[in-house]
């Protein structure tokens, strides 16, 4: 296969200003390449160089030629004092080449000082999962409020900015039933519920723009669709009784019926494939609105109608399936292995699509950011099935979800790195990044009246997207990028806000390593809430009763009741158990090393202010669950002993663990506003903060006190 090598050499002539000037010769053929060298002149001028028209210095030169040495979207660039010579494997090589040369500029280093480098992407597929707030999966004001920003294409200008600077090279957007945004489908017109043909073409312009745009960003797009899901429109002119989003409308239609919703669904995919050169590809999630459909029946479905739809497409398009798990899942049925294989051999038969079908599996999950050995999968139990034997015509992708901090900022990079190591196979293609229950668009976090320098939430979280896509594209990214990244914003003095992250972002990651996630409000790490042992379904505080009758994710944990059951019995642990107390003891160490490395910062601006006040609210938050942790195992001690000094040790634990949530509650309070939270239930009209969580951290002071 020819790949493009972009050869830019570029002389370089030192002025009595020391001011370097340059010749750009370069005529970019690609969307990708016009992108990038306006990047880099951009970069130039806003540096002080100065553009010549001299033969001697700057020229850029490009070769279609087979490079045997360079892998897809990797580069390279030899640096003297005198010239750059920069050789990338591709455009998306090329625009790396330019961001890094950029970045580095930004620092400080002056192009006749930079140091010769060479990189190469860990992983080939590097996506971010976006929900898409219309026919969104989930519903409620946390999502809908984001309709008009995510109608912007300036957010989404800036959002492809972000994604291309850190490295990101796909975007995934996910909702129940795109295509009546996009189409008005040509057997099916009435499907479509934009009633004029002018509102159909502003959304079609808003699609168009956004896949062009990620495009000349070396950025691939997908639409994931959730499979038996209509418009209204559908409903109402072709026959379909209920509602659109019933999961279990498939139960009652007739055969009939059913050939008609395969024909309406198999021919929009088409239909906007070629309607949409720019979109990259479809992707489907097996199982959703399913229910009632035997495995054979669902693998069918898909491949008559969505995969059949890519095949006959005029043009070649990529194919996202995700698999199921069936373990555990009632969705799924109760033979997993066999619903496995049956899904396996399905994919290994799909052909006519373009490259490794991608094939999404949620990583512990719905809570990726907890430990990052493999326990889990959607619906539960991990089997090899579809890794062993190692598959020819599809790779695997990780969903790492987070729907655990919307709030608060975090980055850790050591997490991140070990996450890559440990799951990296040759069968593995990469990750996708996002959550199901937060979209990063809007900004409803920022407190009114405070000025600080981003207009988005994602702009909120850089340090989130720029950790976990630098290091996917290169985990042996070195820290101090990062640590730059602080400087960049805040001045020199605030580098060391890298460690202070590094040591508060481990918190969330404990606090899911100790509950059983499973679904998306399992766990919700920032405010230590879960629905699982709610009669109303309803997200509350883990109580200490929670804590005792759940049990821990990673294996290498103690639960409180096994450990006060064996410690009563005078057995022990093996040493590389973590038992509670040492966990408590950790929660401990980490919120005083996170306040100790923010010790003496002055807060000179809104933005700084919540950088440091994040931290001091992981802090509170470690503290708080440290004598949690401590008041509910002695709490147990005395359920099983009857010893009423364990019972005195339980409350003044607890009331311990309460001051520290005021604490949180007074720092949070002076930087976020209550605000909608999609951990509550689905449309639930209500706004959550830390301060209204502390009756309950009351009601397990009470419990204890009066069992």
């Given at each position: ?309 890519v095949q006959e497409a005029n043009r070649p ?193 404990l606090i899911c390593s100790n509950w059983d ?165 689905n449309g639930l009209d209500e706004k959550w ?19």
């Amino acid at each position: 296969m020819k790949k493009l090598i972009a050869a830019l050499l570029i002389s370089l002539m030192t002025c009595m200003s020391h001011a370097l000037d340059y010749k750009l010769d370069f005529n970019p053929d690609s969307d990708v390449q016009k992108f990038a060298l306006a990047l880099f002149k951009q970069s130039l001028d806003e540096k002080g160089y100065s553009a010549t028209s001299s033969d001697h210095l700057f020229k850029i030169t490009i070769s279609d030629e087979e490079d045997t040495e360079l892998k897809s979207e990797s580069y390279s660039y030899i640096a003297t004092p005198t010239s750059l010579r920069i050789t990338a494997s591709d455009d998306n090589g090329l625009l790396y080449a330019v961001l890094d040369i950029t970045e580095a500029m930004e620092n400080g280093v002056p192009l006749d000082q930079l140091a010769s480098k060479s990189e190469s992407p860990a992983y080939p597929f590097r996506a971010i999962k976006f929900n898409l707030p219309w026919r969104s999966y989930r519903f409620g004001p946390a999502l809908q409020q984001h309709m008009e920003t995510c109608r912007d294409l300036a957010f989404w200008e800036r959002f492809l900015d972000m994604m291309a600077e850190n490295r990101f090279n796909a975007l995934s957007l996910w909702n129940l039933h795109p295509f009546s945004y996009m189409i008005r489908a040509k057997n099916f017109p009435f499907a479509c519920d934009l009633k004029t043909d002018e509102e159909l073409a502003d959304w079609q312009n808003f699609y168009h723009e956004l896949f062009r745009m990620a495009k000349e960003r070396g950025i691939e797009t997908y639409i994931v669709n959730w499979n038996i899901f209509v418009p209204d429109g559908f409903v109402e002119h072709y026959g379909i009784s209920g509602d659109r989003n019933v999961h279990k409308w498939n139960k009652s239609i007739t055969p009939e019926m059913d050939e008609i919703v395969r024909r309406y669904t198999r021919e929009s995919v088409t239909q906007v494939l070629e309607e949409y050169p720019n979109l990259t590809g479809i992707g489907l999630s097996l199982g959703e609105a399913m229910n009632g459909m035997s495995t054979e029946n669902r693998e069918e479905w898909v491949l008559d109608t969505i995969v059949r739809g890519v095949q006959e497409a005029n043009r070649p398009a990529k194919l996202i399936h995700r698999v199921p798990f069936a373990a555990g899942n009632r969705n799924f049925g109760s033979m997993s292995k066999e619903a496995e294989l049956l899904t396996r051999k399905a994919l290994e038969g799909i052909e006519g699509v373009d490259g490794d079908i991608l094939v999404e599996v949620k990583f512990n999950w719905s809570h990726a950011h907890s430990t990052p050995e493999l326990v889990k999968v959607h619906g539960g139990d991990i089997s090899d099935t579809y890794w062993n034997p190692a598959p020819e015509n599809y790779k695997l992708i990780w969903m790492a979800r987070n729907e655990d901090f919307f709030f608060l900022n975090w980055g850790q990079a050591d997490f991140i790195r070990d996450h890559i190591r440990l799951n990296k196979h040759d069968y593995v293609g990469g990750y996708f990044v996002g959550s199901e229950m937060y979209i990063p668009a809007l900004d409803y976090f920022t407190k009114p009246g405070m000025e600080v320098d981003w207009d988005y939430a994602f702009e909120r979280q850089w340090l989130f997207y720029k950790m976990w896509g630098r290091l996917l594209y290169n985990p042996q990214t070195p820290d101090s990028i990062f640590s730059n990244a602080f400087s960049a914003r805040y001045g020199e003095n605030y580098s060391t806000l890298l460690d202070a992250y590094e040591v508060a972002s481990q918190i969330p990651l404990l606090i899911c390593s100790n509950w059983d996630v499973s679904n998306d409000r399992s766990i919700y790490a920032e405010m230590f809430m879960s629905n699982r042992r709610s009669k109303e379904r309803r997200a509350q505080l883990i109580s200490v009763s929670n804590l005792i009758a759940d049990k821990p994710l990673d294996p290498d944990f103690v639960s409180i009741r096994d450990y006060v059951e064996t410690t009563l019995s005078e057995k022990t642990f093996s040493p590389d158990r973590v038992t509670p107390l040492q966990l408590a003891d950790q929660f401990e160490d980490l919120a005083k090393r996170s306040l100790l490395l923010i010790k003496g910062f002055k807060v000179t601006n809104d933005s700084l202010a919540y950088e440091i006040g994040d931290i001091q609210a992981w802090a509170h938050l470690s503290f708080y669950m440290a004598d949690k942790i401590r008041g509910t195992t002695s709490y147990h001690f005395f359920e099983q002993s009857k010893n009423a000094a364990y019972q005195n040790q339980a409350i003044d634990h607890l009331k311990q663990a309460k001051d520290h949530w005021i604490d949180l509650v007074k720092i949070t309070e002076k930087l976020y506003p209550e605000a909608y939270c999609q951990i509550l239930p689905n449309g639930l009209d209500e706004k959550w903060h830390w301060s209204k969580l502390l009756p309950n951290v009351q009601a397990d002071i009470d419990f204890v006190s009066n069992p």
